[in-house]
Nanobody, 124 residues
Framework: VQLVESGGGSVQAGGSLRLSCAASGSIFSINEMGWYRQAPGKERELVATIVSGGNVDYADSVKGRFTISRDSAKNTVYLQMDSLKPEDTAVYYC???????????????????WGKGTLVTVSS
C-alpha cells in the first residue's frame, strides 16, 4: 500500500492550501485516514482524521480553519487549509489505517501506512 501526498508549498499568512493524499495497492478497505504534521524540533502531532463513517476530528489549533474530507471511491483524503498561520509551517504526513488480506484463506488485519510527507511553509 502506498500513500502519495500532494499540494504542499509556500504561502503567506492568511492564505490557503489544499493537500491531497491518494492510497493505492492491495487495499481491502480503509478504516480511517488522516493528516499529521511535524514542525522543526517538535514531535509529530495529529491535525485531522476522518473515519469510514464520516466522523471527523481536529486538533484544537486548526479547528475552524482546516477541513478534512474524503473520496472513498478514490481512496483519497483532502485537507483544505484556510487562514494559515506561520505556526502551521511543518511537514504534513498522510496516514491511513487499512484492512489488508494477509493470506490465501482471506484472513485480514489492520495496518497503518504513512506517506513521505509534503512541506507547508507559511510566511508572516
Amino acid at each position: 500500500v502506498q500513500l502519495v501526498e500532494s499540494g504542499g508549498g509556500s504561502v503567506q499568512a492568511g492564505g490557503s492550501l489544499r493537500l491531497s493524499c491518494a492510497a493505492s495497492g492491495s487495499i481491502f478497505s480503509i478504516n480511517e485516514m488522516g493528516w499529521y504534521r511535524q514542525a522543526p524540533g517538535k514531535e509529530r502531532e495529529l491535525v485531522a482524521t476522518i473515519v469510514s463513517g464520516g466522523n471527523v476530528d481536529y486538533a484544537d489549533s486548526v479547528k475552524g480553519r482546516f477541513t478534512i474530507s474524503r473520496d472513498s471511491a478514490k481512496n483519497t483524503v483532502y485537507l483544505q487549509m484556510d487562514s494559515l498561520k506561520p505556526e502551521d509551517t511543518a511537514v504534513y504526513y498522510c496516514n491511513a489505517n487499512v484492512v489488508i488480506v494477509v493470506n490465501i484463506e482471506g484472513a485480514k488485519r489492520n495496518k497503518d501506512f504513512w506517506g513521505k510527507g509534503t512541506l507547508v511553509t507559511v510566511s508572516s
